[in-house]
T-cell receptor, first 112, second 114 residues
Framework: TQLLEQSPQFLSIQEGENLTVYCNSS?????LQWYRQEPGEGPVLLVT?????EVKKLKRLTFQFGDARKDSSLHITAAQPGDTGLYLC????????????FGRGTSLIVHP | ETGVTQSPTHLIKTRGQQVTLRCSSQ?????VSWYQQALGQGPQFIFQ???????GRGNFPPRFSGLQFPNYSSELNVNALELDDSALYLC?????????????FGQGTRLTVV
């Protein structure tokens, strides 16, 4: 059982479309990070959210942390082929744990 | 570029052999975590080192071991390699153990066991 469940697992869309990726858990997290990983490379940090209800924007990417700090979403507006990659969420459990736990990721392909 | 470097980038080993993977952490970072990532999966936590001490361990057998050196660089050793050990091994460094601290990853070592 994954502590962090990501959905959908795979997403194949056309350039210009919008999409949302979800990261859900039954546990409370003190912080949550989103990463993007390209094949054969290490994950690259996109954003960290810490406060329940927090919304952060990074150009066409909008990240939201749930009010209860158990879930998060990543919304991409007008997707481009350069957005193709594996999107991973990773959380640090509330209550003293400081080891980030990763979801399985959402594999996104944006077709030109 | 994160400043975290891993070596080698690719490695092919035979079942039963031993392997050592290396990681240089980002300047100023004292915590190193190792992850195993199978194809199409998210990274699975192996263990973490903080100031040269093991600071937490995931669900991996004892044949996975590690070290952290005074300069905070780290090694991952795997004994008695099995075919299922084939994966991308990722090293991540962070500045402390505190909550909300981001981890910065190296490019990984692709290990193939044949």
């Amino acid at each position: 059982t994954q502590l962090l469940e990501q959905s959908p697992q795979f997403l194949s869309i056309q350039e210009g479309e919008n999409l949302t990726v979800y990261c859900n858990s039954s546990s409370v997290f003190s912080s949550l990070q989103w990463y993007r990983q390209e094949p054969g490379e290490g994950p690259v940090l996109l954003v960290t959210v810490v406060t329940g209800g927090e919304v952060k924007k990074l150009k066409r990417l909008t990240f939201q942390f749930g009010d209860a700090r158990k879930d998060s979403s990543l919304h991409i507006t007008a997707a481009q082929p350069g957005d193709t990659g594996l999107y991973l969420c990773a959380g640090r459990l509330s209550g003293g744990s400081y080891i980030p736990t990763f979801g399985r990721g959402t594999s996104l392909i944006v077709h030109p | 570029e994160t400043g975290v470097t891993q070596s080698p980038t690719h490695l092919i080993k035979t079942r039963g052999q031993q392997v050592t993977l290396r990681c240089s952490s980002q300047s100023g970072h004292n915590t190193v975590s190792w992850y195993q990532q199978a194809l199409g999966q998210g990274p699975q936590f192996i263990f973490q080192y903080y100031r040269e001490e093991e600071n937490g361990r995931g669900n991996f057998p004892p044949r996975f071991s590690g070290l952290q050196f005074p300069n905070y660089s780290s090694e991952l050793n795997v004994n008695a390699l099995e075919l299922d050990d084939s994966a991308l091994y990722l090293c991540a460094s962070s500045s402390n153990r505190g909550l909300g601290t981001e981890a910065f990853f190296g490019q990984g070592t692709r290990l193939t066991v044949v």
